[in-house]
């Protein structure tokens, strides 16, 4: 009822004045005195005695009533599972050795409640947070998980820089177990907007035999070993990350000294998204199965200098998918490529793709779609290594729909024509086929202007040149096309 009557005076104080603003320009304050002065008086002795009464009818906060018994009793709400360092002693300056009040936190995030299983014999801590809080702490060793067994932490927010005294073949972060009840070591284990400096004492992160691993928005510099290990596992998700041996963009005089390599993947179904590698020897190293890359830049030491963006270590167990990358003057190495897709990337500064024979092996690829450009160096954009051996076991190929500036185009598909006077035509294919010496499907069609109609037929294919001969003299124009990796 207070309300009510409390509105409906504001409409009364609106309608009145509605009604004398009329009697006086708007551009003037109202007259004080009169009729409109006394109404206004009495509408604030009204609406001061309508907050008066309300006033007293609400209680105060002394003279609350006191909570009910069963509400005294009940537990307190657990606190967030969130582990501030500095509490733990950790200096965010740098100037001190960090690295026990860090493990610390760790540890007591690891021994923390847990909230039921993620996978059998991993506890689910719930979400705890390790938070670094924006500071740059020194440690002098790696900062290794507790014993595994557990998943659903991060660790986010601030630098990491090893000390002189790191040891070189350790990491910053280190996902790894000597012994596990679980199939896995950890599950679930988020690696968020960190910067980690090696100090090239060391490497950035190892993942080892782990599950649902998430690296995302780190900058890692400086190592000499590898800036990322991934190793057994399943399913570790590297994106929107950036990493470099030495902290350069491009051009740089000690290119060719280069060393370490950017990210291992020694472990099947990874994933590498929207990542820049701006130095080292390697950019990515693949030694799984069933990874893809995507979106993945790769500026690390040029092929000139003897670097490789990509090399695939997997000899007939390849199963990689490379889509929307850029090989900026550093190529992709594979050894016996089996299911291996390159497509939709740009190949920048005679970058190419090497296949290299181990037992000869080449099967299930797919070259199609890319770009390429050069410097006019006569570079091929897809080459073979066959040092230890010829390709003997090729099969479902495909190498063709690249676009080439500056540099010589290779492909399994090729077309040509020929016109000629005579009996026998040739065209030669063997400056695009990528394989030496080997057609397996050949389609022509022979277009005579005579008034004979000749009997004709293919009688070589041999060394990539197919030739076409008719059992009598005619003029023609004969078309070909020839692919090498149809499926047998």
């Not at 000139?304 to 998918?321: A, C, D, E, M, V």
Request: hydrophobic residues 35%; glycine residues 10%; negative net charge.
């Amino acid at each position: 009822m207070i309300m009510i009557i409390m509105g409906l005076a504001s409409l009364f104080i609106v309608h009145v004045n509605g009604e004398d603003s009329l009697a006086f320009d708007h551009h003037q304050k109202p007259s004080t005195d009169g009729h409109y002065y006394d109404q206004m008086q009495s509408m604030k002795a009204f609406k001061h005695s309508l907050l008066t009464r309300r006033q007293l009818a609400t209680p105060t906060i002394s003279s609350s009533p006191a909570p009910a018994p069963q509400a005294m009793n009940q537990p307190p709400a657990s606190r967030p599972h969130v582990y501030e360092v500095t509490s733990y002693g950790a200096d965010p300056t740098g100037k001190l050795d960090s690295t026990e009040a860090l493990l610390k936190a760790i540890t007591d995030a690891f021994n923390g409640p847990s909230e039921g299983f993620l996978m059998k014999g991993i506890a689910n801590l719930g979400g705890a947070y390790i938070n670094l809080q924006g500071g740059n702490y020194r440690i002098s060793k790696p900062l290794r998980l507790p014993a595994a067994g557990a998943g659903n932490l991060m660790i986010s927010g601030g630098t990491l820089t090893a000390s002189d005294d790191f040891p070189t073949d350790g990491y910053l972060i280190d996902l790894s177990a000597s012994s596990s009840s679980s199939s896995y070591n950890y599950e679930y284990i988020t690696i968020k907007d960190l910067m980690l400096d090696c100090n090239y004492r060391g490497g950035g992160i190892s993942v080892i035999n782990s599950l649902r691993t998430s690296i995302d928005n780190c900058y890692i510099a400086h190592f000499n070993t590898e800036g990322i290990l991934v190793q057994d596992g399943h399913e570790t998700y590297i994106r929107n990350s950036f990493l470099g041996q030495h902290i350069t963009a491009g051009g740089d005089p000690g290119e060719r000294n280069f060393s370490g390599t950017a990210i291992n993947l020694m472990g099947n179904d990874n994933a590498v998204t929207d990542v820049v590698i701006f130095s080292a020897a390697i950019g990515v190293m693949i030694s799984g199965q069933a990874n893809t890359l995507s979106g993945v830049h790769c500026y690390n030491k040029a092929t000139g200098f003897g670097g490789t963006g990509i090399y695939l270590k997997l000899p007939s167990l390849t199963q990689t998918r490379i889509v929307n990358c850029y090989l900026d003057y550093s190529g992709i190495v594979a050894e016996d490529p089996v299911q291996l897709t390159i497509s939709s990337s740009f190949f920048l500064g005679d970058a190419y793709i090497l296949f290299k024979s181990v037992k000869g092996l080449a099967k299930g690829i797919n070259i199609v779609d890319n770009m390429f450009s050069g410097a006019n160096k006569g570079i091929e954009i897809v080459q073979l290594d066959q040092s230890k051996g010829p390709f003997k076991q090729i099969d479902q190929v495909v190498v063709d729909r690249n676009n080439v500036n500056g540099m010589n185009l290779k492909a399994t598909v090729a077309k040509g024509s020929v016109q000629g006077n005579g009996t026998s035509w040739t065209i030669d294919f063997s400056p695009v086929l990528l394989f030496p010496n080997l057609i397996d499907h050949v389609q022509y069609s022979v277009s005579s202007s005579g008034t004979l109609f000749p009997s004709h037929a293919l009688r070589n294919v041999s060394q990539n040149r197919v030739v076409i001969e008719s059992d009598v003299a005619v003029p023609a124009s004969v078309f070909v096309t020839v692919d090498q990796g149809v499926s047998s």
